[in-house]
Each structure stands twice: as C-alpha cells, then as structure tokens.
C-alpha cells in the first residue's frame, strides 16, 4: 500500500520568514495531495490540495509544488505568521474506482516565533 | 452550512468497556470516512461509507470495531471491549459525491478516546 513519509517532525521559524515541509510517497499510482492544517483541539483543515496533473499551486502565501518523477512534494508558507502556528499533514490518494482513503504523513508541529 | 460533528469529544474508560462514537456528515454528503491518530503518530484510515454501504473497510484493525451507518446519514464506531491501544483521537470526514474524482475531505474535530 501507499506510505507517505514527512519531514521535518517539528520546524521553528521566525515571523515573517519562510517555511517548507516537504513529503515523498511511494505508490506512483497516487494522484491527489492534500495538505491540512490541525489547530489545537480542532480537527484537520484542508489548506491546500494539488493533482498530478500539476506541477505547482499557490493560493496567497501558500504554495505546493510536485514532483511526479521523484515521488515528492512540498508545502511552501511565505511571510510566516503567528496563526501559522499549528501541525502541518500531507496526504496521498488514489483517485481510482471507489478507492478515496487519504494516506497521512505523520505530521510537521511548525512553530512561528514573533 | 453546518460542519461534520462528533460525539463526544473526549472519552475515559477502562479496558474491557464498551465505547460508542457518534459522526454528524455535512448534510448531502453521501462519502464518510472514519481516520485515527495514535500516540502523536499519523493519521491512518479505518473505513470508508458510501451512502450506506460499507465501501472499503481495508482500515479497521480488528474485529473488535463496529462501524455502521443506518440510513446514510450519520454514523456511529463502536469499540468492544476497548483495549489500552485504542486510546487515540478519531476522527470523521465526509465529502460530497460517490462517483467524481478525488474531492476534498471535510474532517470533524475528532473524539478523543483514553482506555485506562
């Protein structure tokens, strides 16, 4: 099965610079990344999703780049802020059939230091 | 528009006990997906509902748990007995249509379960 590995586990950084997470997968059958934001007693949010079909997205200070070829991507959060602060998840899916499981990576606790 | 809910959001009890979690879908969605988070690690899949039907169960560990969903609308996880291992956060998600391509997942705020 899919086996999606993320790092780094925890990552601080100063306001205002810049933050990568990156993540590799292994089944190249895979087609859908989501990335999710879990605040604190809250539950995962989708911040930002790419398909293979995809090199790269960006929406404001976020942005997700792929790499169909190595099997990795990366989330990328510009002019960090204090409310970045959270733990980050990537996810992989197969968009086949009736197959719609995400597969976690195990997270990224991004602290942003005022 | 209302976001997935679940009942309750903690839980305490003791091995061997019975445990019941409740999951609210956004109304309309016919896809609900039950996820679990042990001890700070990743999130790992159970099962997955369309409508009312049980459309991969690939995710469940044991045959301990119980996932239904009468009716399609809500759906209820029940652990029994429990087992210290269960002590995690779960949480649902649920997503529009059971025939379109990959769509986005709308997590629920997870129950927290400590067995003891």
């Known amino acids: 099965g899919e086996n999606v590995e993320q790092h780094p586990s925890t990552l ?4 205002g610079d810049s933050a990568v997470i990156k993540c590799t997968y292994s089944d190249s059958a895979s087609n859908y990344f989501p990335w999710y934001k879990q605040e604190l007693g809250k539950g995962p949010q989708l911040i930002i999703d790419i398909r293979s079909n995809v090199g790269e997205k960006k929406d404001q200070r976020i942005a997700v780049t792929l790499n169909k070829t190595a099997k990795h991507f990366s989330l990328h959060i510009t002019e960090t802020q204090p409310e970045d602060s959270a733990v980050y998840f990537c996810a992989a899916s197969i968009s ?4 719609r ?8 606790q991004l602290t942003v230091l005022p | 528009e209302a976001g997935v809910t679940q009942f309750p959001s903690h839980s305490v009890i003791e091995k061997g006990q019975t ?17 679990r988070r042990v001890m700070g690690k990743e999130i790992k899949f159970l099962l997955h509902f369309v409508k009312e039907s049980k459309q991969d169960e690939s995710g469940m560990p044991n045959n301990r748990f119980l996932a239904e969903r009468t009716g399609g609308t809500y759906s209820t996880l029940k652990v029994q007995p429990a087992e210290l291992e269960d002590s995690g956060v779960y949480f649902c998600a649920s997503s529009p249509g059971s025939t379109r391509i990959q769509e986005t997942q709308y997590f629920g705020p997870g129950t927290r379960l400590l067995v003891l």
């Open chain 1, 12 to 15: 601080s950084v100063q306001e």
């Open chain 1, 96 to 99: 086949s059939g009736s197959a």
């Open chain 2, 19 to 35: 445990v019941t979690l409740r999951c609210d879908p956004i109304s309309g969605h016919d896809n609900l997906y039950w996820y």
């Open chain 1, 101 to 108: 499981q995400l597969t976690f990576g195990s997270g990224t």
